[in-house]
């Protein structure tokens, strides 16, 4: 029935109603969107944007929901926010947790899961933090405790591991060591992309030269070598 309306109107009532049949399968597609892919759509925006600028109106139509149905999965736009920062610490906490760790020495999971933390958090607009603490000081707190907790223990457990192995220096402060990590890390992220002494230059490309930095840093002779004959040949066949 569908189809002998559009040859019945001619061509232009055909593009017309083939552009609004697409129209309504998206809006099918995302009405049937659980959660989970809510919250991947939002924290795109959040990301881009900012979390103050980004309204539920906004959200709504980029979803291609109404508001109304958007409510009846988050109560208000704090909760929303809540469980967008809630399921980005879990995607990284479980990839932190790949089993391929297992056989991997500390310079090597070092690399993979610096490459996991600029995936999830790099390219993130400076206004994001700033309106989660002016804005949500709550769920701001939410996010330096698992900061300060979960990922500083697990570059102080890297750089314990380091040790052991005889790859990274005895007498490094560990805690002092994992601490100044994170904090590049934190300023990795905060890199304006307008910056024009850095317009040219990709996120990988810092990631890269801040891991080096790192590596030279900690590492001990044995360190350096297998740095120098295995993770550089790894960065040369990256993008």
Not at 15 to 37: G, L, N, P, S
Not at 98 to 115: G, H, M, P, Q, W
Not at 158 to 179: C, D, H, S
Request: proline letters at 1%; hydrophobic letters at 40%.
């Amino acid at each position: 029935m569908f189809f002998a309306k559009v040859v019945f109107f001619g061509k232009t009532q055909e593009t017309f109603f083939v552009k609004k049949f697409f129209a309504f399968k998206k809006i099918i597609y995302f009405c049937r969107m659980d959660e989970k892919q809510i919250l991947k759509e939002v924290r795109t925006l959040f990301v881009k944007y900012g979390i103050k600028s980004v309204s539920m109106d906004d959200i709504a139509g980029h979803l291609g929901i109404s508001k109304k149905t958007l409510y009846n999965f988050f109560s208000d736009k704090r909760e929303l926010v809540y469980s967008v920062i809630k399921s980005h610490m879990e995607e990284i906490k479980t990839s932190f947790f790949d089993s391929k760790f297992e056989n991997y020495n500390a310079i090597d999971v070092l690399l993979e899961t610096s490459n996991i933390i600029i995936e999830k958090m790099g390219n993130v607009n400076p206004a994001l933090s700033y309106d989660l603490k002016k804005y949500y000081p709550d769920v701001f707190k939410l996010l330096m405790e698992y900061k300060n907790h979960y990922i500083l223990t697990s570059i102080e457990k890297n750089l314990k591991q380091g040790i052991a192995e005889n790859l990274y220096r005895k007498e490094i402060n560990v805690k002092i060591i994992a601490y100044f990590y994170l904090h590049r890390i934190d300023q990795l992220t905060s890199i304006c992309a307008e910056d024009v002494k850095i317009e040219n230059i990709n996120t990988k490309d810092v990631l890269r030269e801040m891991f080096t930095y790192h590596i030279r840093g900690i590492a001990n002779e044995n360190g350096i070598k297998y740095f120098e004959k295995e993770t550089l040949k790894k960065f040369k066949t990256k993008n």
